[in-house]
């Protein structure tokens, strides 16, 4: 009897060993997607996946996605910490229904999108998607170098119920919303939410360039040496309880509607001209 059992204790202890190695490496820190890829591939550099979505499943949180080659990557819905980030050509988030990129991450988690180029097809030949990113929760979000554009609601909808902040650096946010609603970047948090935007360029919207909506404590944006033209309505506006917006080093040109609207204040060193009208925000002594 000793002899039988021994062989099979060691077994047991190998299987034991195999199925928390094979559980362990089910997800990796970085994975990766291609235009000729296959979800149903691990996401290594060696075999991609073809998805945002097939990728993020096979992503530790805390992780990375990185793009191997320009492709059409597809929505996606974010519940954790991650990093996407695609420097190699097109990274295509086209959306013909629903929103580009859904944020819905726990409250610490910290999610960075970069080099993504988001088409939402208002005005196409199929249905529109409704934003290019929709943030519910997560503790902050970074858009870096991105291009959203056609989508009917919002480029961006920044709408947390806790402490949350948005930062959008070197993007171009164009043609989105409706001729009486939506627009380029909305911040509307029932919590506290912050957003500062910074080297972006807000054009072409169908509505409103940048709104604070006031719903909850705080609703406050920054904006710094940005462009904000040629919006159908009001260029910057700040409406509601907590809601507020502070420019510097902006331009805010050639709106259909105002340039600003609501709580509203300037460093006095913004370029406002050709609005309807040119609407001048009180100053402030800084950014805070």
């Given at each position: ?192 939410a912050r957003a500062l935007l910074s080297h972006t360029t807000i054009d072409k919207n ?83």
């Amino acid at each position: 009897m000793r002899k039988t059992g021994l062989p099979l204790i060691l077994f047991g202890l190998v299987l034991g060993f195999s199925l928390h190695t094979t559980s362990a490496n089910a997800q990796a820190s970085r994975t990766w997607v291609s235009g000729v890829g296959d979800d149903v591939n691990p996401c290594s550099r060696t075999a991609p996946c073809k998805t945002f979505a097939g990728a993020i499943s096979k992503t530790l949180a805390g992780g990375e996605i990185n793009c191997l080659d320009p492709g059409g990557f597809g929505a996606v819905t974010i519940v954790k910490a991650m990093t996407i980030s695609c420097e190699m050509g097109t990274a295509g988030v086209l959306v013909a229904a629903g929103n580009g990129v859904n944020v819905s991450a726990g409250a610490n988690d910290a999610v960075y999108l970069k080099g993504l180029d988001f088409e939402g097809l208002n005005g196409g030949p199929s249905s529109p998607g409704l934003n290019g990113i929709l943030f519910n929760s997560g503790a902050s979000l970074t858009v870096d170098n991105c291009t959203i554009r056609d989508f009917s609601n919002f480029g961006i909808k920044f709408a947390p119920s806790t402490v949350a902040t948005l930062n959008v650096v070197n993007t171009r946010i164009s043609r989105n919303g409706t001729a009486s609603a939506g627009g380029g970047v909305q911040v509307a948090a029932t919590g506290f939410a912050r957003a500062l935007l910074s080297h972006t360029t807000i054009d072409k919207n169908n509505f409103v360039g940048v709104a604070a909506t006031g719903l909850g404590p705080t609703s406050s944006i920054q904006i710094f040496e940005t462009t904000i033209s040629h919006n159908s309505g009001i260029g910057v506006a700040a409406s509601g309880t907590g809601a507020s917006a502070k420019i510097a080093g902006s331009a805010i040109v050639g709106n259909g509607g105002a340039a600003t609207s609501g709580n509203v204040s300037s460093l006095l060193n913004n370029v406002i001209l050709d609005n309807s009208p040119d609407t001048t925000p009180p100053s402030t002594g800084g950014l805070h």
